[in-house]
Each structure stands twice: as structure tokens, then as C-alpha cells.
């Protein structure tokens, strides 16, 4: 089960994990938290397009449904709504009734059922900051661990399904410095212009996680990039995503990578699968049907940690710098049922971190 903010996260984020493991046999499941409806059109072929004006929240649900068949996965919305991405000096106050401002109790029970309901024994979804400051990305990975937590408790919304205990939870990768540097350096010795220089340039970590997990997709790339051009209005086909050939990005940095969070089964050095460790269907069913399992992994970091400035390693938002500076929004989880205490991101972001044009619908 992938668990993402926006419409579109699903194919930026992950797709070609989610479609390899689709083709190997295995059900996959995207939840998307809002329907993306304060997203800004990003392609400038489709900006004066009038349906797209007058409907956007409709066809924001089309595009997701075309990606999903690309995908070959299956998809539910948890039903928030969008918050949209808060711009200018002083920054705005977040709309009414936006995701990231809803009480994490009511949250949390909307994506427990799901749990309950679909079964998963593995879920990914953001680190602590988000994968980028979007509030709704800090939302979601709130909730998600959150409900990761009470899900398998059955003393917790007990109207909302039999209890189930996903056994392992993943954060998505981010851009590594060391994979945008390998696929800037194929760039340049093919004779091509990188899209990534300036990126690198102004190279400034985000966090310092850990890669637990590393899986081998690259034939999937295609149909990755297939379902995230299915949401036309968010990117733009021949925009900055799409200038690095498929054949360097196979050849030079042929996986997606995984953090994992919190797991019930040990973690193994340099794993390659998501579900190592779980045994057979039926051994997994029974362990994820188990009073007082007991955490075997565990590889959160605060919200609060920063990285080391003079470090080269670490992420980078999913997004890159421009020259002035923004303050991403505070975002607070107010508490319920769920007992997770606030969450907030109050990191300096350039807009390095957040351009209009890269974000991949992200607004």
C-alpha cells in the first residue's frame, strides 16, 4: 500500500517499484489523501484549456485513473481535500477544511479502514518532512504512520474493521546527491547538456536517512514515466523530467530507493525487496494477525534533526533551488484518538526546493 498526498505522487514517486511489483503478481494498493483540486496547471499546453478551468477536480480524478491503469495497481481515495501549496512573504494561512489541517483522529480512522480493509503487509509513504515541505506531504506521512501504528490495535476504532498490523513501512527515496551526480556525469560524457547542474550547484541536504532498500526496476522506467505523464496537467512532456534519456537513467541508476521506518521483521544489509523477510502469504497473514508483535526495526528520526550544512551527502527535496527564500508553512496535527503529538516543518527552503515547473503537480 503507497499512501500519497497528491494525485501524480503515485507516478513520481515509487511507480516503477509499483509496477514491477504488479507485473511479479502482487496486489498494490495507492491511496491518494486529497484529490489534488488546488493543483496549478504546470503544463503550458493546457493552461487556457477551458474544461480543464472549469473542472479541474474532475479531471484531476481522470488523470489519476488513466496512471492507475498504466500502473496496473489498484487506487481509493482517503477523501481530503487538497491544501494547496501557500506562497508569499508573509505566507498565507492555510485554507479552511485543507488536509493538512484536519484533526489527525479523523484522519487516521479514514486510513486505518483502508488498512483494515485491504490488508496490506507493506506501506510506504513520506519521511518526517515530507519528502518536500508541502503541507499535505507532511500531512500524509503523519497519518500514515499514525495509522501504521493503530492499525493493528484493537482497542483502536474498533468499528472501522478487524484488526490488521502492516509489518513493515517504507519512506520513498528521495534525489541522493550520488544519484543525481552519476546521471549528470553520463549526461556530460555523452556530450549532452545536464539538467542538473544548477541543482548541484546549489546543493544543500535535506536530511540525513538512511537506504535500506534498493530495488532493481529499471525496466519499468517507461511505464513509470508513462503514468506520470498521464497527469497532463501537471507536467509538461518536454520539460525538465524527461530531458535525461531513458537509456542513461537505466544504465546509470537503474533502482528506486527505500528508508524503511519501523518493521516487525529484521531489516537485512542491502535489502532488494520490500517483502523480505515476511515468509509465505499465509506466514505473513498470521504474524500481521498478532496481539504484541514487537518492532524489530526501527529507523525514524525526529522531525527536528537537521543535517550536517558542510556534509555532501544526504536528500535533496524531490524538487531544486532557485535564488530566493521561502519559509515552508508549520504544520500542526492536531491530536485525537491517534495520540501522535504535533508535527511541524518550519525548515528555510529555497526555491531551489519548490519551482512551479518541477514539482510534478506537488502545488
Not at 503478481?25 to 480543464?52: F, Q, W, Y
Request: charged fraction near 25%; aromatic fraction near 8%; proline fraction near 6%.
Amino acid at each position: 500500500m503507497a499512501v500519497h498526498a497528491h494525485p501524480d505522487d503515485e507516478s513520481s514517486k515509487g511507480a516503477a517499484t509499483t509496477a514491477k511489483y504488479v507485473a511479479a503478481g502482487a496486489s498494490v494498493m495507492v491511496v491518494s489523501c486529497t484529490g489534488g483540486e488546488r493543483g496549478d496547471i504546470l503544463n503550458e499546453k493546457l493552461k487556457n484549456d477551458p474544461h480543464i478551468l472549469r473542472d479541474i477536480a474532475q479531471v484531476r480524478r481522470d488523470e489519476m485513473e488513466a496512471a492507475r491503469a498504466v500502473l496496473g495497481c489498484e487506487h481509493t481515495w482517503l477523501g481530503f481535500v487538497d491544501s494547496g501549496l501557500p506562497e508569499g512573504d508573509p505566507l498565507p494561512p492555510l485554507p479552511e477544511g485543507c488536509f493538512a489541517l484536519e484533526d489527525l483522529d479523523v484522519t487516521t480512522e479514514a486510513l486505518v479502514r483502508v488498512i483494515r480493509s485491504y490488508r496490506p503487509h507493506v506501506m510506504t509513504t513520506y519521511d518526517e518532512k515530507g519528502g518536500y515541505p508541502h503541507p499535505d506531504h507532511i500531512m500524509c506521512h503523519t497519518v500514515a504512520m499514525s495509522a501504521f501504528e493503530a492499525a493493528g490495535d484493537p482497542e483502536r476504532y474498533p468499528h472501522a474493521g478487524e484488526p490488521w498490523q502492516p509489518l513493515k513501512i517504507y519512506y520513498n527515496g528521495g534525489w541522493s546527491k550520488d544519484r543525481l551526480t552519476a546521471i549528470h556525469d553520463a549526461m556530460l560524457e555523452g556530450g549532452l547538456d545536464s539538467p542538473y547542474a544548477e541543482w548541484l550547484a546549489n546543493w544543500r541536504p535535506r536530511r540525513h536517512g538512511r537506504v535500506t532498500t534498493r530495488i532493481a526496476c529499471s525496466d519499468y522506467f517507461e511505464t513509470r514515466d508513462r503514468a506520470l505523464m498521464a497527469h497532463a496537467t501537471q507536467v509538461d512532456p518536454d520539460g525538465f523530467w524527461f530531458q535525461v534519456p531513458l537509456a542513461i537513467q537505466q544504465r546509470v541508476w537503474g533502482v528506486e530507493e527505500f528508508e524503511a521506518a519501523v518493521s516487525y521483521v529484521p531489516i537485512p544489509e542491502e535489502e532488494d525487496d520490500l517483502f523480505a523477510g515476511l515468509g509465505t502469504l499465509a506466514e505473513a497473514d498470521a504474524l500481521a494477525t498478532t496481539r504484541g508483535l514487537e518492532i524489530a526495526y526501527d529507523g525514524r528520526i525526529s522531525p527536528d534533526a537537521e543535517p550536517e550544512q558542510e556534509e555532501d551527502g544526504g536528500d535533496s527535496s524531490e524538487t531544486h533551488v532557485e535564488a530566493h527564500t521561502v519559509e515552508a508553512h508549520t504544520v500542526e496535527a492536531h491530536t485525537g484518538e491517534a495520540g501522535d503529538t504535533v508535527v511541524s516543518d518550519s525548515d528555510d527552503i529555497t526555491s531551489d526546493d519548490i519551482t512551479s515547473d518541477e514539482t510534478n503537480g506537488e502545488h
